[in-house]
């Protein structure tokens, strides 16, 4: 899994073994509060739309944009 680079201040944690099911959570956070919140993820997973499809009752054309072109116009890439 390729995950991006955080921010000093935020972390990864994994909700499933084999590092599988990432979430980001504060680096603030005591070791006992993050146990606790971790705990609270990991009950409450299915609730977390991990991928599109994921998200019951949403439509993934709600979340998605289409560019109208005309048919001869051709895309170009801008620095």
């Not at 971790?38 to 299915?46: G, P, S, Y």
Request: proline share 5%; aromatic share 8%.
């Amino acid at each position: 899994m390729d995950l991006k680079i955080l921010p000093t201040h935020l972390k990864y944690v994994f909700l499933e073994e084999n590092n599988t099911k990432p979430v980001v959570i504060s680096n603030d956070l005591s070791s006992n509060e993050e146990s606790r919140w971790v705990e609270v993820l990991k009950k409450h997973k299915a609730a977390i739309g991990w991928h599109i499809l994921d998200l019951k009752g949403i439509s993934p054309s709600y979340c998605m944009h289409k560019i109208m072109m005309e048919a001869d116009y051709k895309s170009m890439r801008q620095p």
